[in-house]
């Protein structure tokens, strides 16, 4: 019996209808790039958000690429990330000549600590490393934003975050790449993935909890001088028309065909999201037993839309013994993620020491996800438990 990491082909049987039909009519229009169905998607997503403003554009990377060129981050600035996350969230902060400081994660939700962050910031401000590590830098950088990453599925901790932020003048740009669906009680209200800060961000690759069939992204905000800077940014900085250009820019535009995806996949999301759930109570259920597992938890007023199910080993040795468990049985694992950023050769010019995010590399080397995704049926959860237990 095969298992699929993610099944994208039972999800695709239940919308292959009118998938099909979305693209046909697109075909038909040829309109393939910012088509009506754009425009529709970022009306339905923004309402789905709470929102007023939403900005499809060609990739998660593309979306904070232009939340950043929209809040002017450049040589000069600091910006805070985890270094836990995927490579994209700091990439940006470099390719845009900003300096990425990166800030531990807590040790049971993955995301961003915010004790740690208001010590990197005051580090920052001090310009002393001895109050937080900091990365190489020529001159005194400037805090200009955070991007708090919403890690496998889970919001970060925006109500210790966001009050940070603000005390020390930071622009909030919230990467809801793996998130989309989640939800946090805050402040006696149900607030959604990709409505904090000035700008949100998510991310429709095809393995998200809202994908699509290639590429593509999508911007959130309030602000409306944000989205005419989004929207311009998005193509080649345009103006009043396509051969004005009022700033740089980037191609970001969205996919027509995909936002026709995006529109038939969203008509099943809410129950995608609850079958979710179902196979996270399953997994407790199944795995709790098995001594060495450290499971993830979702704390009360809190839905996580796992992007991933992740687990913590004992330590490097348990994980490799684990993982060949799991190839034996046919069960696809992998490993989410093996090595920080602070570590990564791409930014070896930052020149962090190993050691300098303990919990990040702590987790990173005893980390390791197995199949999540909706369609998880009892009987399979119950092979990879076996597996697992050995």
Same mark, same amino acid.
């Given at each position: 019996m095969s298992i699929p990491f993610i099944d994208l082909k039972t999800q695709y049987a239940r919308v292959a209808g009118q998938v099909g039909q979305g693209i046909d009519a697109v075909l038909q229009s040829g309109a393939f790039v910012n088509g009506p169905d754009v425009a529709k998607l970022e009306q339905r997503l923004a309402e *789905?958000? #709470?929102?007023? *403003?939403? &900005? $499809?554009?060609?990739? #998660?990377?593309d979306a904070l690429m232009m939340a950043l060129m929209a809040l002017k981050v450049g040589p000069g600035d600091a910006v805070f990330c985890p270094p836990f996350t995927f490579m994209a969230t700091a990439e940006v902060v470099a390719l845009l000549g900003a300096t990425p400081v990166f800030v531990d994660i807590d040790p049971v939700t993955f995301n961003m600590d915010a004790a740690q962050f208001e010590l990197a910031v005051r580090a920052v401000e001090a310009d002393d490393s001895a /109050? *937080? !590590?900091? !990365? @190489?830098?020529?001159g005194k950088l400037t805090p200009k934003a955070v991007i708090p990453v919403d890690l496998f599925g889970l919001l970060a901790d925006y109500a210790a975050i966001l009050p940070v932020a603000a005390k020390h003048g930071l622009a909030v740009v919230e990467?809801? @790449? %793996? @998130?989309?669906g989640a939800t946090v009680e805050l402040d =006696?209200?149900?607030?959604?993935?990709g409505s904090f800060g000035q700008i949100a961000c998510t991310s429709f690759f095809p393995a998200k909890p809202l994908g699509c069939y290639g590429d593509g992204g999508m911007c959130f905000t309030d602000n409306p001088e944000l989205l005419d800077l989004l929207q311009s940014i998005r193509v080649h900085g345009q103006g009043h028309d396509k051969y004005e250009n009022v700033r740089l820019g980037i191609t970001g535009r969205l996919d027509t065909m995909q936002a026709a995806v995006l529109l038939a996949k969203m008509d099943i999301f809410e129950d995608e999201v609850? /079958?979710? %759930?179902? &196979?996270?109570?399953r997994y407790a259920d /199944?795995? #709790?037993?098995?001594? =060495?597992l450290t499971l993830p938890t979702v704390s009360a007023g809190r839905l996580s839309v796992f992007a991933q199910y992740s687990i913590l080993a004992e330590s490097g040795e348990h994980r490799a013994q684990l993982l060949e468990r799991l190839k034996s049985a046919g069960v696809p694992s992998s490993i989410y993620y093996p090595v920080p950023l602070h570590l990564q050769p791409a930014f070896a010019n930052l020149a962090y020491a190993r050691g300098a995010m303990p919990v990040s590399e702590n987790v990173a080397g005893r980390i390791f996800s197995i199949p999540m995704h909706p369609y998880l049926t009892?009987? &399979? %959860? $119950?092979?990879? @438990?076996?597996? /697992?237990a050995g």
């Open positions: *789905y958000t #709470g929102t007023r *403003y939403a &900005v $499809g554009c060609a990739s #998660g990377t /109050l *937080y !590590p900091l !990365p @190489a830098h020529t990467d809801a @790449a %793996q @998130a989309f =006696g209200t149900t607030r959604r993935a609850r /079958l979710r %759930q179902e &196979v996270f109570r /199944l795995l #709790g037993s098995i001594p =060495g009892t009987a &399979v %959860q $119950g092979e990879i @438990a076996s597996a /697992l």
